[in-house]
C-alpha cells in the first residue's frame, strides 16, 4: 500500500521568510501525482499545488513552489516571503492510477507564521 | 466554484445513537468521500463512491456505512455511536482524473458522549 510521510509534525517561521515542508512517498508506481493542501483554522482545505509524476519540471504557484525529486520519493513545499495567512497545517497526499483512486494524505505539519 | 456542503458544523451525540453526516456536492461530480481527520493521524479514508448507488470501504470503515441514492448526496451513518468515534469528518468530492484535486466541505467536528 502506498503511505505518505511528514516527518515535521510542526514548523515555524518568520513572516518573510523562506520554509521548506518535506513530504516523502511510498509506491512501486510510475504514474502518479501528488499534492499538497492547506487547512487553515476555518477548517477548509484548500489546494495549494499538484505535481505529476512524469514532469521533471518543478510546479509553481505565485510564492507556493515544490522539490519533486521522483527517484527520492520526495515531494517538498517551499513557501517564500511568508505571511500571516499562510499559518495552518499543511497535508501532502498522492493518488496513482486509475483516475478514480482516493487521495493518501500524509499526517500533516503545522505549520505557524511568527510576526 | 466547487460547493461542498456539510448539514452540521459541530454535532454532539450521545453513545449508541444512530447519527447521519450528510454531504451535498452542487457540481455533479462523479466521485465522493468520507475521511475522517484526529490529531497527529491525518486523514484516513472511511468509504468512498464512484456514481450513484455504489461505495466502496476505505481504510477505516468499521462501526460506519454510507448512503448514495442520488449523485449529489453522499451521507456517512454511524449505527452506533461510540466514544471513539468523536472526530472531525471531511466530505470530499471530484471528477474522475489523475490529476483531479479533491473539494472538500467545511467538515463536521462530532462528540459523541
Known amino acids: 500500500a502506498q503511505t505518505v510521510t511528514q516527518s515535521q509534525p510542526e514548523m515555524s517561521v518568520q513572516e518573510a521568510e523562506t520554509v521548506t515542508l518535506s513530504c516523502t512517498y511510498d509506491t512501486s508506481e510510475s504514474d502518479y501525482y501528488l499534492f499538497w493542501y492547506k487547512q487553515p483554522p476555518s477548517r477548509q482545505m484548500i489546494l495549494v499545488i499538484r505535481?505529476?509524476?512524469?514532469?521533471?519540471q518543478n510546479a509553481t504557484e505565485n510564492r507556493f513552489s515544490v522539490n519533486f525529486q521522483k527517484a527520492a520519493k520526495s515531494f517538498s513545499l517551499k513557501i517564500s516571503d511568508s505571511q500571516l495567512g499562510d499559518a495552518a497545517m499543511y497535508f501532502c497526499?498522492?493518488?496513482?492510477?486509475?483516475?478514480?483512486?482516493?487521495?493518501?494524505f500524509g499526517k500533516g505539519t503545522r505549520l505557524s507564521v511568527i510576526a | 466554484d466547487v460547493k461542498v456542503t456539510q448539514s452540521s458544523r459541530y454535532l454532539v451525540k450521545r453513545t449508541g445513537e444512530k447519527v447521519f453526516l450528510e454531504c451535498v456536492q452542487d457540481m455533479d461530480h462523479e466521485n465522493m468521500f468520507w475521511y475522517r481527520q484526529d490529531p497527529g493521524l491525518g486523514l484516513r479514508l472511511i468509504y468512498f463512491s464512484y456514481d450513484v448507488k455504489m461505495k466502496e470501504k476505505g481504510d477505516i470503515p468499521e462501526g460506519y456505512s454510507v448512503s448514495r441514492e442520488k449523485k449529489e448526496r453522499f451521507s456517512l451513518i454511524l449505527e452506533s455511536a461510540s466514544t471513539n468515534q468523536t472526530s472531525m469528518y471531511l466530505c470530499?468530492?471530484?471528477?474522475?482524473?489523475?490529476?483531479?484535486?479533491?473539494?472538500f466541505g467545511n467538515g463536521t467536528r462530532l462528540t459523541v458522549t
Open positions: 470530499a468530492s471530484s471528477v474522475p482524473g489523475l490529476n483531479s484535486p479533491l473539494h
Open positions: 505535481q505529476e509524476a512524469y514532469k521533471q
Open positions: 497526499a498522492y493518488r496513482s492510477r486509475p483516475g478514480n483512486t482516493p487521495l493518501v
